[in-house]
């Protein structure tokens, strides 16, 4: 089965760092550029990330840019999201996907609050 | 950056009955190369995003015909024939004609009557 399972999210404090983890299974990443969007509760989709197949190019939205990096591990079939400087407002559910995208993960969650 | 603006917000519909969700861009998401990459997305209560239609009116494997997508430029239509219970959730559209970014439409409800 072709599926990518998050992980990492946790609740962390205003300023913190977290790293999130995208695991694929059933397919071979390495093909694949890797999205990263976020929910924040009861809101809708805002996308944040990209990283090509090669490892570049890499895009970066405008709210986590200087503050987040995108990363890939081929031989790992994993992607990442290095989170800092965390604030309030990067509270969400974060959901790794395919290019296309047409396959998501389950999301993780991430809590930033004091 | 492409803002997608989808109506309505908010979609009661009754069991087999069809509904209908319009998203319409800020600029025309034709790319050079010909496609127009803008996609339709459900989100059932509690899941995870899942894509329904790519390229304006591709269904995805797994995808039941009752869903259908239509448009060009900037004026795009996700259809629903007969609405069925399961269909209930959050319908976005997306589009990755003119990224970064990627931009979706608000989400529009759909539920039951």
């Known amino acids: 089965e072709v599926q990518l399972v998050e992980s990492g999210g946790d609740w962390v404090q205003p300023g913190g760092s977290l790293r999130l983890s995208c695991a694929a299974s059933?397919?071979?990443?390495?093909?694949?550029?890797v999205n990263w969007v976020r929910q924040a509760p009861g809101r809708g989709l805002e996308w944040i990330s990209f990283i090509s197949k090669s490892g570049s190019p890499i895009y970066y939205a405008d709210s986590v840019r200087g503050r987040f990096t995108i990363s890939r591990d081929n031989a790992r079939n994993s992607a990442y999201l290095e989170m800092n400087s965390l604030r309030a407002e990067d509270s969400a559910v974060y959901y790794c996907?395919?290019?296309?995208?047409?396959?998501w993960g389950k999301g993780t969650r991430v809590t930033v609050s004091s | 950056d492409v803002v997608l603006t989808q109506f309505p917000l908010s979609l009661p519909v009754t069991l087999g009955q069809p509904a209908s969700i319009s998203c319409r861009s800020s600029q025309s998401l034709v790319y050079s190369d010909g496609n127009t990459y803008l996609h339709w997305f459900q989100q059932r209560p509690g899941q995870s995003p899942r894509r329904l239609i790519y390229?304006?009116?591709n269904r995805d494997s797994g995808v039941p015909d009752r869903f259908s997508g239509s448009g060009s430029g900037t004026t795009f239509t996700l259809k629903i024939s007969r609405v069925e219970a399961e269909d209930v959730g959050v319908y976005y559209c997306?589009?990755?004609?003119?990224?970064?970014?990627?931009?979706f439409g608000e989400g529009t409800k759909v539920e039951i009557k």
């Open positions: 390229e304006v009116s």
């Open positions: 996907a395919r290019e296309g995208p047409d396959v």
């Open positions: 059933g397919f071979i990443l390495s093909n694949s550029g």
């Open positions: 997306m589009q990755g004609s003119h990224w970064p970014p990627l931009t």
